[in-house]
């Protein structure tokens, strides 16, 4: 008799939380990110704004123009395209 209590107590929790798991996983919401520049980077060669600026646009702005060659040890890297 204990047993089926149980076994019902666990069946009715895992329904409650399976219910509650779609709606959380379906929330709509807007993502905000926030840097701590005055203004928004140049973008049109060295960005200002300090390292804010050159994390915003110059780390990430000619990554998928470029590339490292690192096939050698031996002599220092080169940029090549990345296309």
């Given amino acids: ?3 089926r209590k149980t076994n ?3 069946i009715m ?3 409650a939380m399976a219910a509650c798991v ?3 996983a379906g929330a709509e919401t807007v993502l905000r990110i ?3 520049a005055a203004d928004i980077p140049r973008t049109l ?3 200002d704004q300090g390292f804010e600026g050159n994390r915003f646009t110059g780390l990430t702005m000619y990554d998928a123009l ?3 060659d690192l096939s050698s040890s031996d002599k220092a890297s080169a ?3 990345g296309l």
Avoid: C, E, K
């Fill in 8 to 10: 019902a107590t666990a």
């Fill in 1 to 3: 008799m204990r047993n």
């Fill in 45 to 47: 060669g060295q960005p």
């Fill in 13 to 15: 929790l895992a329904l």
């Fill in 22 to 24: 779609p709606a959380a």
């Fill in 79 to 81: 940029l090549i395209p």
């Fill in 66 to 68: 470029t590339m490292w």
């Fill in 34 to 36: 926030g840097m701590t």
